[in-house]
């Protein structure tokens, strides 16, 4: 983590995103155009057999700019910053603050978690970046990980004004767009006190 400052004032709060892959099956996503920058979600979700079924959802991939990069086929709400207020026994109470960045591309980047259901190779390349695409698929295989360094465009919270302690959240598919094995290990916490870099400790 680290805070910069804009131009114009504002103090921003940088960190990392790791969105893991963990469950028994990829995740696996196929994207459907229905608008020049949009796209509809169907899940393949696999079975123990081979086979697999596809589910449609609630997700969208955008193509979405990034300044000095182009523009990519991206999962919408793939994932979100989140700002917490904290109680005296330092356990979450609101959000404060979000952050910008909530489209992602799932995509195999680090080979974080190895075992017998991970590939050793990637299977999931990087996002596209095909504007004339009419069928895209995006996703993360078992024990893998899209990772976005701190300095990645909008990985980050606004912060100006705010003292005390925080709980920094990563959440992953907030609005539960993909169909997991399970939801009880979306969130990612740490907890600093702002101005960040203060030696006090908030316990």
Not at 89 to 94: E, F, N, Q, T, V
Request: net charge positive.
């Amino acid at each position: 983590m680290f805070t910069s400052h804009t131009a114009g004032g504002r103090v921003l709060l940088h960190a990392t995103s790791n969105i893991k892959s963990r469950g028994l099956g990829p995740i696996e996503v196929h994207g459907r155009r229905i608008a020049k920058r949009k796209m509809r979600v169907t899940q393949r979700i696999y079975r123990t057999d081979g086979s697999h079924m596809d589910v449609r959802t609630k997700g969208r991939l955008h193509f979405y700019y990034i300044p000095g990069q182009g523009r990519y086929w991206k999962f919408a709400d793939a994932a979100t910053f989140e700002l917490w207020s904290l109680d005296r026994d330092l356990a979450l109470k609101r959000v404060v603050r979000r952050g910008p960045k909530t489209r992602y591309c799932l995509r195999d980047l680090v080979r974080t978690h190895p075992s017998r259901r991970s590939p050793r190779r990637r299977v999931y390349p990087g996002c596209n970046e095909d504007p004339t695409k009419k069928f895209v698929t995006l996703g993360t295989s078992v024990g893998w990980s899209d990772i976005y360094p701190s300095t990645y465009y909008e990985q980050y919270i606004k912060v100006t004004g705010l003292r005390c302690c925080f709980a920094y959240l990563l959440a992953a598919d907030p609005k539960n767009h993909i169909y997991e094995s399970n939801e009880d290990n979306n969130l990612a916490k740490r907890i600093v006190r702002l101005p960040f870099g203060s030696r006090k400790r908030c316990r």
